[in-house]
């Protein structure tokens, strides 16, 4: 004969809110085979006397065999999970490989719809490129804070500040034009000179000065710790600008 397990959850369900950890909450219990009371704070002087009563900071509380296991974080330690990570303080190299596994996907696609073939020299051409475009996007979410966090490391941003809002409108408009195969005569020096500089600045800073720094490469909120994802960018950028010189000068 099973045993039902049983758990109460009290959380926040407000007209204009539903708190999110909650809501994990739930599922995670429910994931464990527990069956779920569920009570709804549906006011903030609801929620107010619920904190004061059990003399708690935080919803949503979690309750088994009439034991208060806490919130979201707690339970997960309960059932012997690792808590969440928090990507604001964490390194974390999550960012660049969704990034580079949804590039490279598309740039499957797009060789696929375009030659028949998923592998061609088109699939590397555009796994670079939309890749290009993609860091791009992100630097331009909040250029302000890549801005402030490419100063930290590169040499031309040092010393015109300009360049580090420039820098990712350079880096989309050549990685479009390369996916378009037109204007190369512009893609190819603005690749070719944003690269150069950019590869040149993180020698510079990681492997002679030693400095141990965030990568701007995926914007200014990232955690990736400047060093080889930076370098690769720009080698790539290096690597497509002179293999696009060599396809136009020599077709």
């Known amino acids: 004969m099973s045993i039902i397990k049983t758990a109460s959850i009290h959380r926040m369900v407000m007209e204009k809110h539903i708190c999110p950890y909650g809501l994990k909450s739930k599922d995670l219990l429910e994931r464990q085979g527990f069956t779920v009371e569920d009570h709804h704070l549906t006011t903030r002087e609801e929620t107010d006397a619920f904190k004061q009563k059990h003399d708690v900071e935080t919803t949503p509380q979690t309750f088994i065999d009439r034991e208060r296991i806490g919130g979201y974080d707690a339970l997960r330690v309960y059932f012997g999970k690792d808590k969440p990570k928090d990507q604001r303080s964490d390194t974390s190299y999550q960012p660049v ?22 592998f061609t020299v088109r699939t590397a051409e555009w796994f670079v490129a939309f890749s290009m475009c993609g860091l791009a996007y992100l630097k331009l ?10 100063l930290n490391y590169d040499l031309l941003a040092k010393r015109w500040v300009r360049y580090s809002y420039l820098y990712p409108f350079g880096e989309g408009l050549a990685g479009v034009l390369m996916i378009a195969g037109v204007g190369l005569w512009l893609a190819i020096p603005v690749a070719l000179f944003i690269g150069t500089i950019g590869a040149v600045s993180v020698i510079y800073a990681v492997y002679i000065q030693k400095r141990e720094l965030k ?37």
Request: aromatic residues 16%; charged residues 10%; proline residues 1%.
């Open 215 to 251: 990568c701007a490469c995926v914007g200014g909120d990232s955690n990736v710790p400047l060093g080889f994802i930076s370098l690769t960018e720009n080698l790539f950028m290096i690597g497509m600008a002179l293999w696009m010189s060599y396809k136009l000068f020599a077709g």
């Open 141 to 150: 979410r909040d250029i302000e804070s890549f801005s402030t966090m490419f």
């Open 97 to 118: 490989i969704a990034l580079f596994s949804m590039t490279f996907l598309m740039a499957l696609a797009a060789a696929f719809v375009a030659t028949g073939a998923w």
